[in-house]
């Protein structure tokens, strides 16, 4: 009987390797939302959009109506479709601030996790190999000590040099690990805080930031501003309510030349003293100067220009007798009075800074003047017999005692002798920005936490603590200690701390030769 051999054959056939699946669309968008890349892009674009802000006047400031006009047809054609006479408001603008601020909200969220686990899961233990491959490191003997006494001389020496140790022992080996400036791996993140934080006030001025003027003359009343509405070249100016009320006590110019006009140029200060009466916090008084400005609640008051009308904060007069006697020197406030000792008062009615002596009375002239060529002063004068009160006219100028305009009002004769120079009103630019104090909060977290990212650095150290020798070296102990380091940055400090701290446990000084050398 034979016996029949079978002879199994086994083929293998290979079998397809996985083709891993693509990611989705979704997937792949948050993955660009979250580059470097993308965000350094948007930045860039968002800076190039502020500089056409600044180089192209925008149609909210004073003046464009001019530069307007001054454009070639094809220019406002071509900034009026790309928005960029409003550049701040336009949609391209905003949709960039929001998405640079998911990229750095994307990017942070994921690259937090890698971050965290320098903080929350420190490396403890290391091995020998791993320790000189760092870009610091250094192998000491320690001879005639105990491993508690070598252990304690590595972290004395880790403690003199700034970080904080901890010991560990693992599979029979002693291990040091020391840190400084741990916290340092979350400073880009704060950073990112920080650029959120400006970009978000910056969103609630544009859109809830309001501008706009108060005309103020001493004694005058007003709870509402004027905002300009600017369609390129038309100016529409509406109204806008405030929540106070805005009382002028008083305006002052103070002049470089007395003599001279109440011009820009001849001007020291601009002196606006009001009174803001709140329903809710009560009076509050202020002082607005040309470069102090006032802020409150919100509201910011600038000075922004003036009524060239010339008039008179002050005036000083002298009075004569008609019927002879001395004369007296008195001085007004503006809209201000007082009595002789007859009984005759005075009061402060008006001021012209150019009148004309026609044989029918002074005339103020018909326009605006600012260099007070023939200023008057405007009287009201009761007599002391109780009389009507007649106008009289106080002139600076010296006319002969028989001109018709110079002839005696109430008993008295009136001649100007001096006066306080200031304008007919001052105008007020108040400006309402909640996001001001978001930003500024925003740009002193971005100057701290730059300083501290680039200041200060993440360093670490291992040491690897190993018994050398023991009996055979005669009961004489002796350890070995495998330094390594590394940091996230200013590597040159890291080195300089570094070789300190092997100088340290060594025992031997750090001297000019070995801070030259490589550890």
């Known amino acids: 009987m034979s016996a029949v051999e079978e002879t199994k054959i086994e083929i293998s056939v290979p079998q397809a390797r996985a083709v891993p699946a693509s990611p989705s669309i979704v997937t792949r968008f948050l993955n660009l939302l979250s580059s470097v890349r993308f965000g350094v892009s948007l930045l860039i674009l968002l800076v190039v959009a502020c500089m056409i802000g600044m180089l192209i006047m925008q149609q909210n400031v004073e003046g464009f109506d001019k530069y307007y006009a001054a454009l070639t047809p094809s220019q406002r054609l071509l900034y009026g479709s790309l928005d960029f006479f409003d550049i701040y408001h336009a949609w391209y603008f905003n949709a960039l601030l929001l998405l640079l601020s998911l990229n750095i909200v994307l990017a942070s969220i994921d690259r937090f996790p890698k971050a965290w686990t320098f903080i929350s899961r420190k490396k403890l233990d290391a091995s020998p190999t791993w320790l000189k491959g760092q870009e610091r490191h250094a192998t000491l003997a320690i001879k005639d000590q105990s491993q508690g006494a070598t252990i304690e001389r590595v972290v004395a020496a880790m403690r003199g040099g700034g970080f904080k140790s901890i010991v560990t022992e693992k599979n029979g080996r002693t291990f040091v690990f020391g840190e400084r400036g741990a916290w340092n791996r979350l400073g880009a993140y704060a950073v990112h805080v920080a650029l959120l934080t400006i970009f978000f006030g910056g969103f609630m001025t544009s859109q809830f930031g309001r501008t706009g003027n108060l005309r103020l003359t001493p004694g005058a009343a007003s709870s509402e501003m004027t905002e300009l509405e600017f369609q390129l070249d038309q100016l529409t100016p509406r109204a806008m309510a405030l929540p106070f009320e805005v009382v002028c006590l008083d305006i002052q110019q103070k002049l470089i030349e007395k003599d001279g006009p109440i011009t820009a140029n001849n001007t020291l200060d601009w002196l606006t003293r009001v009174k803001i009466k709140d329903a809710e916090f009560g009076d509050t008084e202020a002082l607005v100067h040309m470069n102090r400005p006032f802020d409150y609640r919100g509201y910011r008051f600038f000075q922004a220009s003036f009524d060239p009308t010339g008039k008179a904060r ?104 001096d006066f306080e120079k200031v304008p007919n009103a001052h105008v007020l630019s108040i400006q309402y920005d909640p996001g001001a104090t978001v930003v500024y909060v925003g740009f002193l977290l971005l100057g701290l936490t730059l300083s501290a990212v680039f200041f200060f650095s993440h360093q670490r150290v291992w040491a690897l603590i190993e018994e050398r020798g023991g009996a055979q070296n005669f009961g004489v102990e002796s350890f070995e200690v495998t330094l390594g380091g590394n940091t996230n940055r200013n590597k040159l400090g890291f080195e300089d701390r570094f070789k300190r701290l092997v100088a340290n446990i060594s025992g031997h000084p750090l001297t000019a030769e070995s801070r030259d050398e490589g550890a």
């Open 314 to 417: 002050h005036i000083k007069l002298r009075v004569t007798p008609e019927q002879g006697g001395a004369a007296r020197e008195v001085s007004l406030p503006r809209d201000g009075a007082t009595t002789l000792p007859d009984g005759t008062k005075i009061e402060f009615a008006d001021f012209f800074a150019d009148v004309s002596t026609a044989a029918a009375g002074p005339q103020a002239q018909p326009r605006e003047t600012t260099s007070y060529p023939n200023p008057a002063a405007l009287l009201q004068v009761t007599p002391a017999t109780g009389g009507a009160p007649v106008r009289a006219f106080a002139l600076a100028a010296e006319l002969p005692a028989n001109a018709p305009v110079a002839a005696a009002k109430a008993g008295y004769k009136y001649r100007l002798v």
